[in-house]
């Protein structure tokens, strides 16, 4: 039986997720209704991808029985409010990266999720691409020796995106792109804790963060470093450093569609998308969704790949970054 989905938000990101479900097998991947904050939205939405229900609310589609899991593609200050709606309603939620805004945010949104016994993950695409389960196999083993170094990048001028500069709107380098290099860390780190971390970083007038750059140090000096920057462009690969060997992940690490494995390059193509899309290799969303429905088909509340730990140590690592760069959001007054 198929993994009925419900889309919360008919956004960008929102788009390219339901474009990347179409590249799944029909059998196992339906969706069943689409919910905007308009319903002429969610129409437009549910018309360029044939989705037999739209709703001009998100009440409406908390409600609907015929839904197995709910995708939420709505800007990070929402998270918290949207995914409580879902969860409370006893639906499984996969949402959008960050999770949440802080800490405080992402543990009320776990101990709803268990209190109502349903599924939830945080939706860090990057760690479901073939090119990071090649990574884990690599590193589990020991091709490389013991990691000594990670070093990855993501910088890409967004001064002209409201969310990414506008306070209200959740904005900062880190929250939206710098996340994708600390998840990378903590994933070669495999979701050890560092004994220390080192940010500095500029920030916009806005009082968000405009570019950071990270050192973690890990038990058995072990290093990473990582630059994040909304301001401008850097070749925003990564690079896995070992006693025996090297990992390269060419751009964009976020994506990864090849690695080098001390010189020797592997691809990993990305199926075709039927519709034009509007991030680099979005139908690599297809693979966070399938291991979604198999958590779900396996009777499971958490992704191991991708588990409430790694979210709650993204997030705790997040705020103590933000607190060294001097970035508070209101919802960290709350």
């Not at 405009?210 to 990582?226: G, I, Q, Y």
């Not at 709650?312 to 960290?332: C, K």
């Amino acid at each position: 039986m198929a993994t009925r989905w419900g889309i919360c938000s008919a956004g960008k990101i929102s788009h390219d997720f339901t474009v990347a479900l179409k590249t799944l097998p029909a059998e196992d991947h339906q969706v069943v209704a689409v919910a905007a904050r308009k319903l002429e939205d969610a129409q437009k939405f549910a018309n360029k991808h044939s989705i037999p229900r739209a709703y001009g609310g998100y009440q409406e589609l908390a409600a609907d029985p015929d839904i197995d899991v709910v995708y939420i593609g709505v800007i990070h200050p929402y998270h918290l409010k949207t995914c409580l709606l879902f969860t409370n309603a006893k639906k499984h939620v996969l949402c959008e990266k960050p999770l949440a805004m802080n800490t405080k945010e992402v543990k009320e949104m776990l101990d709803s999720a268990k209190r109502n016994d349903v599924f939830l993950m945080e939706a860090v695409w990057t760690r479901f691409f073939p090119a990071s389960v090649e990574i884990r196999r690599l590193l589990a083993r020991g091709e490389l020796g013991e990691v000594k170094m990670v070093r990855s990048e993501f910088c890409v001028p967004l001064m002209d995106v409201p969310r990414a500069v506008e306070k209200e709107l959740g904005g900062g380098a880190l929250l939206d792109i710098g996340i994708y290099c600390l998840q990378f860390t903590c994933m070669v780190f495999n979701g050890e804790k560092p004994e220390s971390i080192q940010a500095t970083g500029v920030c916009f007038e806005t009082g968000v963060d405009e570019a950071v750059v990270v050192t973690l140090k890990f038990s058995r000096n072990r290093m990473a470093v990582f630059t994040c920057s909304a301001g401008v462009e850097l070749p925003n690969d990564a690079v896995i450093a070992g006693t025996k060997g090297i990992i390269k992940v060419p751009p964009h690490m976020w994506c990864p569609t090849s690695l080098v494995v001390n010189g020797k390059e592997t691809q990993f193509p990305v199926p075709e998308p039927s519709l034009p899309l509007n991030f680099v290799n979005s139908t690599g969303m297809r693979y966070e969704a399938e291991e979604v429905r198999q958590c779900l088909l396996k009777g499971l509340k958490e992704s191991a790949v991708m588990s409430h730990a790694d979210s709650l140590l993204l997030a705790e690592l997040e705020d103590e970054i933000r607190r060294q760069v001097g970035v508070v959001y209101s919802q960290d007054c709350q």
